[in-house]
């Protein structure tokens, strides 16, 4: 059971350059999420989503999009990158529904660094 | 956003003592959760909490959700040196949305031998 799994671990960008983060998840969860983690910092939420074709921001949105096409897949899409999106980037899943629910789980981080 | 203080930053300790680290927030949570960060790796659920006044053990570790709703205290009894690693707060509040999680900053917890 892989759980979350995201690709790439690790990336050096160059400003202005544009990636997909990508993020999938197995478990059949219909929420997820996408974080970034600073250094000495808390994460923050980026977007979320609660299932196939449903997306909101979260606390810190702007430079990013996102797109859950899938239950299983929740892409996250950087268009120019800058210096100030270097981070670590963990994307997480969880189950609610009628009452039943997970707490998140997260994937293991995508490094990325933009110089 | 909302403010979680989670305390203190970092612990230095030696192996076989105990730990204590404790979160407070500015606004009364519904659901208190205790995540554990290695080295390279994605936050680990220890524990949720889920009641104000409940205590949890998972293992060696112990959580509590305070009976104020603004906080939330984690104990780890008999350190060893696999529980180095970072130790993160989070809150949800009531209503909370899609998440509604707020994290704390972390304790950095090092085990000197």
């Known amino acids: 059971n892989a759980g979350v799994t995201q690709t790439p671990k690790f990336r050096i960008l160059k400003i202005g350059q544009s990636m997909t983060l990508q993020c999938a998840q197995d478990m059949n969860h219909n929420y997820m999420y996408w974080y970034r983690q600073d250094p000495g910092m808390g994460l923050k939420l980026i977007y979320y989503s609660v299932g196939a074709g449903i997306t909101d921001k979260g606390e810190v949105p702007n430079g990013y999009n996102v797109s859950r096409s899938t239950t299983e897949d929740f892409p996250l899409r950087l268009e120019l990158a800058a210096p100030s999106q270097t981070s670590v980037y963990f994307c997480?899943?969880?189950?609610?529904?009628?009452?039943?629910?997970?707490?998140?789980?997260f994937g293991q981080g995508t490094r990325l660094t933009v110089v | 956003g909302q403010q979680l203080n989670q305390s203190p930053q970092s612990m230095f300790i030696q192996e076989g003592e105990d730990v204590s680290m404790n979160c407070t927030s500015s606004s009364i949570f519904n659901t208190w959760l205790w995540y554990k960060q290695d080295p390279g790796e994605g936050p680990v659920l220890l524990i949720a909490?889920?009641?104000?006044?409940e205590l949890t053990s998972n293992g060696r570790l112990t959580a509590q959700f305070g009976i104020t709703r603004k906080d939330s205290f984690l104990n780890i009894s008999a350190s060893i040196p696999s529980d180095v690693g970072i130790y993160f707060c989070a809150g949800r509040e009531s209503g909370g949305g899609a998440d509604g999680l707020t994290f704390g900053k972390g304790t950095h917890l090092i085990i000197q031998p």
């Open positions: 997480a899943s969880s189950y609610r529904r009628r009452g039943r629910y997970t707490e998140a789980f």
């Open positions: 909490l889920y009641k104000a006044g």
